[in-house]
């Protein structure tokens, strides 16, 4: 053990997630060592974080005022709800510069093993913002795995009665990819998903 | 790119070493939505280090004191010098519980490519320490890599004339590993560095 502070520091850092004993020990020397003044930017950062964001009310997604800047933006289409699991996966969307609808943050996926169901992500949300009738098509974007595959059944089979168009991203080869490395599942989504070539 | 401070806190983090975009963004969610007093204890934390935690004025371990825990501790033999590169590496030996002398942190290693040379360590320092005839052995204890075989080199070159004894680490063949899977060098070294069975 260290003498106090330090291995404070090293506690707290090993806390994080995806940050071992070895990995927080390097870290709390690279920070006795940094530049003072970094290691304070740092320390504000997080605390202003902390203190300054919260999530949109009507989105979830992560925003300095009441509502997010995607929320606020007149400009994006209100018709349409892109469902998603984070606010990473938004930042992920708005990247692709594809889609100028809104967006739904879940807070997570479905996953009775992490003690995550239904009603620990913001569903309820979503159903009151169908409420008036403005959306007129959902969009399923959860992450191409057995959590997300679950919460996206579980929504397209709650919403169908509501008669919204539910719509849910492709499956099948990355761009870019070499199609004899695509595992089998998704070259099998591939093919199901097959489109014509013609015109 | 995010709003302001959750885009800021991710840039800070992402200049931490061994921590890449994608952790950084990672780190930066699991610090939004994790409790806010564990996250104010951690930019306690860090601030606390920087404002606390000097260099033990002779041997250069951290410590929260002009001089470190080991060099205050009378019971510790004065006689044994064990010459480390990091702090780290004195937690390391400390662990083992087999050695009872003083250390001497040199604050890396000899490495002419990152344009560090015997100046930019506490060589100096070291020198200084065998004045007064107290020391009578020093263990190089480096890492057993090119830098720190350099080092160590180094240090018993210039060390010689001074009449101290001056003994490096065993290399060999790790507790509780398997010959088969030991790597060329380290085996040779364990048969360079072979000792008598017989009692």
Request: charged share 25%; proline share 4%.
């Amino acid at each position: 053990m260290y003498e106090g502070v330090v291995q404070e520091l090293i506690d707290e850092l090993g806390r994080l997630p995806g940050i071992g004993p070895k990995s927080a020990q390097r870290l709390a020397f690279h920070i006795l060592e940094a530049d003072a003044d970094d290691m304070k930017r740092l320390a504000t950062a997080i605390i202003s974080v902390k203190e300054r964001v919260k999530f949109c009310q009507i989105c979830g997604n992560v925003s300095e005022q009441d509502t997010c800047s995607i929320c606020r933006d007149t400009r994006r289409d209100p018709s349409v709800i892109c469902v998603v699991e984070e606010s990473k996966d938004v930042l992920a969307i708005e990247r692709t510069r594809a889609y100028r609808g809104r967006y739904h943050v879940l807070g997570g996926a479905i996953n009775p093993i992490a003690g995550v169901g239904p009603d620990q992500l913001r569903i309820r949300e979503l159903l009151t913002r169908l409420n008036d009738e403005t959306v007129t098509e959902i969009i399923l974007a959860t992450n191409p795995n057995l959590e997300g595959e679950a919460t996206s059944t579980y929504l397209a089979r709650m919403l169908k009665s509501i008669g919204v168009s539910v719509t849910r991203l492709a499956s099948g080869l990355p761009v870019g990819g070499d199609l004899e490395y695509a595992d089998e599942v998704t070259l099998g989504r591939a093919f199901e998903g097959r489109r014509s070539a013609i015109g």
